[in-house]
């Protein structure tokens, strides 16, 4: 095994704890938006987010394995350079992703308060109780 | 054994788990999306499910073969960044159609429980508030039970 097959290693190493913290932040705090959204079915929540956060677990780690280029003869310090920029690229599209991520979810959270001050007004007392106050 | 033979069982390997994992995860998942609070009809969810992730398991695993194309021997090196750019490929598709079938599925609760509200709203009324959707009725099924 020489350098620059362990500098790659590290890069795919890195690339993983990267995702799977992303992933579990995702998974934690889009709960609370999805909860809301929901109206508090926690079962529900729960699994649409399960659901999208594992769309892009498997989406993300495809995405870092398309990026990393392997040239086994490469010196250690040119896989380096090489690794780094790659890290770069994924960063810069992960931190793209999850604010495009973040945005559809106030989307839909803005929509389901809109729709459920729409409907109590429509169905009159009926509803009022469950609309959440803001 | 040769590379192109190991890299094949390789990616066999890693697409059919990714599979199953995955149809397990949108059964379950999907399953608890589908079911209503008081549901008449508790095979219907099941039955919903299983279609739509048998569906999805066949598609994705022939979409898994038809994408490995090994042509003849291949070296160490270049096996191994053919095994890498497969998976990558594969993870980004199916990741995709992850998100797509959570759209299905969220889509058919959707019109499942406008469905349930229009039959509930025509028969008894006063039992519109216990109506189990996360979406209000819809537009179409309140001009359907004649609120307005």
Redesign the interface.
Known sequence: MNGAVIVYLVYVALAIALISWLGVLLHRDGRIFLDD???S?T??A???S???V???????????????R?D?GATPIAALRSSVQQFGLLLLSLGAMHSLNMLILLQVRRR?VS??A??SR??GE??RG?VVSR | MGNALVVSVLYIVVAVSLTIWLAATLYRNGLELLRQRDDQQPLLAQATSRLLVIGFALFTLGYAFLLLQVRGEMTGVVALQFLIRRLGILLVSLGLLHLLNTLIFLRFRRSRAEEDAAERGGRRPSRRTSVSGDEPPSEQARLRRGDR
Do not use: M, N, W
């Open positions: 959204v929901f109206r079915q079962d529900l729960a699994a649409v399960r659901l999208l594992t769309g892009f677990l498997v989406f993300t780690l495809g995405y870092a394995l398309l990026l990393l392997i086994v389901a729709r459920r729409g409907a429509d169905l009926g509803r469950r």
